[in-house]
Structures are given as C-alpha cells and as structure tokens.
C-alpha cells in the first residue's frame, strides 16, 4: 500500500502505520461526503483511533441520528469509486488562515492560532475538499476496501465543556472485507455483553436524567446481587482483621486541602457548597475520612497494623462523555481500607492484600489480568506531591516487596496516585479494553500530612505507613465486570432469583404456592410465576429473560407425588427432586460458591 507524505514523497507504506492511514484517509472521505450532503458543516478535528476514527463537526441546526448514517456511507463509496488523488501542499501560516477562511473552517483557524509559530502548515486535498492534516495519507481513494461509520455522539471543541457541543461521527476501516466483518462481530457480541442493556434487560439497574447523568439506581434484583457481593467481600476482610466503619459522603474543603486532594483532584470533584459560613464537598474518596479516624486516640505499635474497612459512597464530577452505566459513573461505593502499618509491617501487608485479591479473582474465576507497577513521572510538577525523597523510598519499597513475593509485573510512568505508587491489578474483559480492579497503594505522604503518629517500641513517636486497597474496586465496577463477563447468567451464590417456581396451570397454583412460601421461609431467593402463560413460554421467559439457574414446574404429577421437576438453565435438563432434597442441592452450591 503506497501513501503520501507532508513533503509530498510517495513510500510504501510501514505495516504498523497501514490501520492509522487508512483510518485517517477516511475520516477525510467521511468529512468530504458530508460536505457534500451538508454544506454549511465546519470541521473541527478528526483523527484516527485505536479502533477506528471520528470527525467533529459542527453541523449548525442539523440534528443528525443513525439513520442518517448510511446516506454518508453511500456518498463515501461514491468518493471511493471517483479514485481521487490526495495531494499535499504547505502554506505560510497568513495563507493557510486565509485558506480557512474563505472556505468558513473557523475551527481550522483556531487550530492554526494554537500551533507553534514555527509549525509547518500543511494541507492534502481530495477532489473538492481540502483538510488542514500532518497525513500521510493514502494516495487515492480507491484504496479504501473496507469502511463502516458506527455511531453518533456529542463532543465538546477542545474537550472543554465552556465550549460548544459538536457531532462527532465515529467509524472504522481496515485492509478489507475479511477484517471488518471480524471486527463487526466482535462489536456485536460486546453489545450483547454490554451490562447496560443486560441490566436494562434483566432490571438490575435504571438511570433517570431527571436524577441526574453518571447517577444510577440499583432496582430489587440489581440490590440482591450487591448485597451478595457486599456480604461476600466484608466477610472475607473481617476474617483478616479488619474494622469496618460508616463515614459521612461530605467533608469540608479544608479536609481535602490538609490531604492535598484539593490542589490534585479538584477538577475531579463537585463544586464546593457553602452552609453557615463553612465550605463543603461531596467526597471523592475516603482515605481522609479515615485518617482522622485513626487520629481520634493514641496508638501504639502494639495496635498495628490497625485495618479499616468500609464500603464508601464516593462522588466524581466525570465528564459526560467518559459516563458509562455503572462502569464508570458519577457516584459508586468502593470496596475501600486503609491499613496503618509500621514500615516493618509493609512487605507482610502488602503480601496479605495480594493474597486476598487473588484468592477472590480465584472465587470469581478471574484468571485474564495482569499487575502492574504504577509509578509518578518525575517531570510532571503538577499531577504528583513533590518529594523526591519520599516517592524513591515509596517506590523501591513496593518494587522490592513485589519481587521478594514473586509477583511478576511491569512498571508504568505517570499512573500513580498523586501521593504514592501504587499496584494496580488490570483485567482483560471479554470485550474492550483492559482495565483496572484491583489496587494497592503504599503511601508515606498523607499520614505526614494528618500528622499521625504511633508510639514505638522505644517510646518515640513515629509517623506510620498506610496502604490504601481496594479489592473489588467499586462495587459498581466490579459488577459490571461479572455482567458482561457471565452476560447476565450469574452462578447460584449471586443470582438474584435462584429458582422460579412455574405452575402449569391454575390447577397447580395452590401447591405451587407452598412449595414457594417453603422455599422463601428457607432463605433462598425464590419466585412465583402466576401469569395465565402457557408453561412453554414461562420456562423460556425464566431462562432466557430472567436468566433464572433453576425453574421449578409444578403440575398434576407433581401435586400427586409430592415432589417437584426441576429444569436445570445450565444442561436444560428436568430431574425430580423432594423439596427437601432440592433445598439441600442449592444450599450446597451456594456454600461452595459453585
């Protein structure tokens, strides 16, 4: 594949360039076709992704929606089989201004305003339409083999919310046919993964822009499987000694300018609120709560480490387009501890907290993730508390206590807490890109900060180390995971039905009934289905809706023998069980976590 480059040579093009250049040529095709279909359209910026391309665009009063998509779509093919060439030229920045302007490209020129005084201007034009681009690009449009524009949404100029909302069209191109179509597999079947339309689906979880945006609300079955998961974490934290406590979600801006929240995060955080002269914030995490917490009496050595616990309401202002169900939202509940250790305590902790986090990915079957070594970028003065001293010693300390536990990982600059380095823990999801989970941060900076201190063995007064970790992550993260790994079929342990009792007919309904109400008074989380459905479609509705492990059918054989059909959702096969022995089965599997 040959492409053109800025000073205008033609090559051959790299194999690792060959996706970004063919994205990027069409997201000048797309531009082009729209320009075509709406000409009072001005382009902001359009670049190739990892996964495709988008263009920006300020469409004026034209509201566009995905039925408009495939009229681009056919106009670009329109542009392919025209074989345009792209040719390139530069222009001194007063041209290159003139140029936009003539044509209405005001964001062009705005660009052009931003762009270093010595920058080279250049331009690549195809047929009619001429874009102010770096390229390279393809050398005609008929290279182009395989396109699909994908969706629609909103993005502000510049990424800055004080500026206008522009339309952004997303698409994607590869080599050929044979490509696209796996890659539009694979976004299929992340769609039937996606855990917003499974939790729409499977009523888990609602948002309401009435209550606000990154704001969800977990329905009854959505609150069963927290409380499951809530139950299954604090228990295993209490096994190992931790405290756990209930903080308010306020503080006040002084709270977070003593931790340095205020001067790192603020941007992250919702607006302050004044009440009686005194400035208060929605919390964005807890490890301030805690620290004064942890101030409120003396310690000894002989009390550390001390672990607190507590699953913690938290709010972040996020920015609309990054919201995500409850992937990412503007409130979640982080499964959150901070553990106060003598600095002798830190490898023993430290080798606790992974053991609890792979033990626990071991009960969820996590076994696609890998650890990572986040560290601070020396050369950023703003992200990170300056203290060179103090971030060596944090760092070669959970570097030295990762390799004596035999923990295999790799480091990465710029992703550590402002504070301290940190092990993240990042899963691979069935669909998308990895993220992180799990995490462990060492921090010597903020019990510095609270001015905390423990009295030693030899009675002098010293500053202890806090671990901040969280094992699940936020609940709500953490969900979303399981959803869209085990697409809504979750195991016994955390269904939020785990059997649906299924009537034949209203014949059956009174021994359906009791077998229900025996199964409830047991504690198991039963349900009946008493609609006047035929039984074929309560089973399918059961399992293939409800996603229900175990459906109960009760008809005349079953009201004569005493017993009940069970239909299993995993084999689709019926065995007949007592009550009683059906109770023991599920008990069983619950307690194993099966």
């Given at each position: 594949?040959k492409?053109?480059?800025?000073?205008g040579?033609v090559?051959?093009?790299?194999?690792?360039?060959?996706?970004e250049v063919?994205?990027?040529?069409?997201?000048?095709i797309?531009?082009?076709?729209?320009?075509?279909?709406?000409?009072?359209?001005?382009?902001?910026?359009?670049?190739?992704?990892?996964?495709?391309?988008?263009y920006?665009i300020?469409?004026?009063?034209?509201?566009?929606?995905?039925?408009?998509?495939?009229?681009?779509?056919?106009?670009?093919?329109?542009?392919?089989k025209?074989?345009?060439?792209?040719?390139?030229?530069?222009?001194?920045r007063?041209?290159?201004?003139?140029?936009m302007?003539?044509?209405?490209?005001?964001?062009?020129v705005e660009?052009?305003?931003?762009?270093?005084?010595?920058?080279?201007?250049?331009?690549?034009?195809?047929?009619?339409?001429?874009?102010?681009?770096?390229?390279?690009h393809?050398?005609?449009?008929?290279?182009?083999?395989?396109?699909?524009?994908?969706s629609?949404?909103?993005?502000?100029w510049?990424?800055?919310?004080?500026?206008?909302?522009?339309?952004?069209?997303?698409?994607?191109?590869?080599?050929n046919?044979d490509?696209?179509?796996?890659?539009?597999?694979?976004?299929?079947?992340?769609?039937?993964?996606?855990?917003?339309?499974?939790?729409?689906?499977?009523?888990?979880?609602?948002?309401?822009?009435?209550?606000?945006?990154?704001?969800?609300?977990f329905?009854?079955?959505?609150?069963?499987l927290?409380?499951?998961?809530e139950?299954?974490?604090?228990?295993?934290?209490v096994?190992?000694?931790?405290?756990?406590?209930?903080?308010?979600?306020?503080?006040?801006v002084?709270?977070?300018?003593?931790?340095?929240?205020?001067?790192?995060y603020k941007?992250?955080?919702?607006?302050?609120?004044?009440?009686?002269?005194?400035?208060?914030?929605?919390?964005?995490?807890?490890?301030?709560?805690?620290?004064?917490i942890?101030a409120?009496?003396?310690?000894?050595y002989r009390?550390?480490?001390?672990?607190?616990?507590?699953?913690?309401?938290?709010?972040?202002?996020?920015?609309?387009?990054?919201?995500?169900?409850?992937?990412?939202g503007?409130?979640?509940c982080?499964?959150?501890?901070?553990?106060?250790?003598?600095?002798?305590?830190?490898?023993?902790e430290?080798?606790?907290?992974?053991?609890?986090?792979?033990?626990?990915?071991?009960?969820?079957h996590?076994?696609?993730?890998?650890?990572?070594?986040s560290?601070?970028?020396?050369?950023?003065?703003?992200?990170?508390?300056?203290?060179d001293?103090?971030?060596?010693?944090?760092?070669?300390?959970?570097?030295e206590?990762?390799?004596?536990?035999?923990?295999?990982?790799?480091?990465?600059?710029?992703?550590?807490?402002f504070?301290?380095?940190?092990?993240?823990?990042?899963?691979?999801?069935?669909v998308?890109?990895?993220?992180?989970?799990?995490?462990?941060?060492?921090?010597?900076?903020?019990?510095?900060?609270?001015n905390?201190?423990?009295?030693?063995?030899?009675?002098?007064?010293?500053?202890?180390?806090?671990?901040?970790?969280?094992?699940?992550?936020?609940?709500?993260?953490?969900?979303?995971?399981?959803?869209?790994?085990?697409?809504?079929?979750f195991?016994?342990?955390?269904?939020?039905?785990?059997?649906?009792?299924?009537?034949?007919?209203?014949?059956?309904m009174?021994?359906?009934?009791?077998?229900?109400?025996?199964?409830?008074?047991?504690?198991?989380?039963?349900?009946?289905?008493?609609?006047?459905?035929k039984?074929?479609?309560?089973?399918?509705?059961?399992?293939?809706?409800?996603?229900?492990?175990?459906?109960?059918?009760?008809?005349?054989k079953?009201?004569?023998?005493?017993?009940?059909?069970?239909?299993?959702?995993?084999?689709?096969?019926?065995?007949?069980?007592?009550?009683?022995?059906?109770?023991?089965?599920?008990?069983?599997?619950?307690?194993?976590?099966?």
């Amino acid at each position: 594949m040959k492409i053109i480059y800025n000073d205008g040579h033609v090559a051959e093009c790299p194999e690792e360039l060959e996706l970004e250049v063919l994205r990027h040529s069409t997201a000048h095709i797309m531009a082009q076709a729209v320009k075509r279909l709406y000409p009072n359209a001005h382009f902001a910026y359009g670049p190739a992704t990892e996964k495709g391309f988008h263009y920006d665009i300020d469409l004026g009063d034209v509201k566009l929606s995905d039925e408009d998509l495939p009229a681009i779509e056919k106009e670009m093919q329109k542009i392919v089989k025209e074989n345009l060439p792209f040719k390139v030229y530069p222009l001194p920045r007063d041209e290159a201004v003139k140029l936009m302007q003539e044509r209405g490209e005001i964001y062009k020129v705005e660009h052009i305003a931003d762009l270093p005084a010595d920058a080279v201007i250049t331009f690549y034009q195809q047929g009619e339409y001429i874009d102010m681009c770096v390229g390279p690009h393809l050398c005609y449009t008929k290279a182009l083999k395989a396109f699909k524009l994908m969706s629609l949404s909103g993005a502000y100029w510049k990424n800055d919310q004080k500026n206008k909302m522009l339309t952004r069209l997303n698409g994607t191109a590869f080599r050929n046919q044979d490509e696209l179509a796996a890659y539009l597999k694979e976004v299929e079947e992340a769609k039937a993964r996606d855990h917003r339309r499974i939790g729409k689906d499977m009523q888990l979880f609602m948002t309401d822009d009435l209550v606000g945006r990154g704001l969800p609300m977990f329905l009854p079955k959505g609150y069963t499987l927290w409380q499951q998961l809530e139950n299954y974490i604090r228990d295993k934290e209490v096994m190992l000694g931790y405290q756990h406590v209930l903080t308010p979600c306020v503080g006040t801006v002084d709270l977070y300018k003593t931790s340095g929240h205020w001067d790192h995060y603020k941007d992250n955080m919702f607006p302050a609120m004044e009440v009686e002269g005194e400035a208060f914030v929605l919390r964005p995490m807890n490890c301030p709560h805690h620290m004064r917490i942890f101030a409120n009496r003396p310690h000894s050595y002989r009390d550390l480490p001390i672990r607190i616990g507590e699953i913690a309401h938290d709010f972040r202002f996020e920015a609309s387009g990054t919201l995500k169900g409850i992937e990412r939202g503007r409130h979640f509940c982080q499964n959150d501890a901070h553990l106060f250790v003598t600095p002798e305590q830190i490898k023993d902790e430290v080798s606790a907290v992974c053991d609890l986090i792979f033990s626990t990915y071991k009960d969820f079957h996590i076994t696609d993730y890998r650890c990572v070594l986040s560290l601070r970028d020396p050369e950023d003065k703003v992200k990170y508390h300056q203290d060179d001293e103090m971030w060596e010693k944090a760092e070669s300390a959970l570097r030295e206590v990762l390799t004596e536990l035999g923990i295999h990982f790799t480091e990465e600059i710029g992703e550590a807490a402002f504070y301290g380095p940190k092990l993240d823990v990042n899963v691979k999801p069935a669909v998308g890109a990895e993220y992180t989970l799990s995490t462990c941060q060492l921090d010597f900076c903020l019990p510095a900060k609270f001015n905390l201190k423990y009295i030693d063995k030899d009675g002098v007064e010293k500053t202890p180390v806090v671990l901040h970790r969280a094992i699940l992550g936020s609940l709500d993260r953490f969900m979303a995971y399981l959803i869209e790994e085990t697409k809504g079929i979750f195991p016994v342990w955390l269904a939020p039905v785990q059997a649906k009792v299924l009537p034949v007919s209203d014949k059956s309904m009174d021994y359906a009934e009791k077998v229900y109400q025996q199964l409830k008074e047991m504690r198991f989380r039963v349900e009946l289905d008493d609609r006047n459905e035929k039984i074929g479609y309560k089973i399918r509705y059961a399992r293939q809706e409800d996603k229900v492990p175990y459906m109960i059918i009760i008809g005349e054989k079953e009201i004569a023998e005493g017993n009940i059909s069970v239909r299993d959702r995993e084999t689709d096969q019926t065995t007949v069980y007592s009550i009683a022995d059906f109770a023991a089965k599920l008990a069983q599997e619950i307690k194993e976590r099966k």
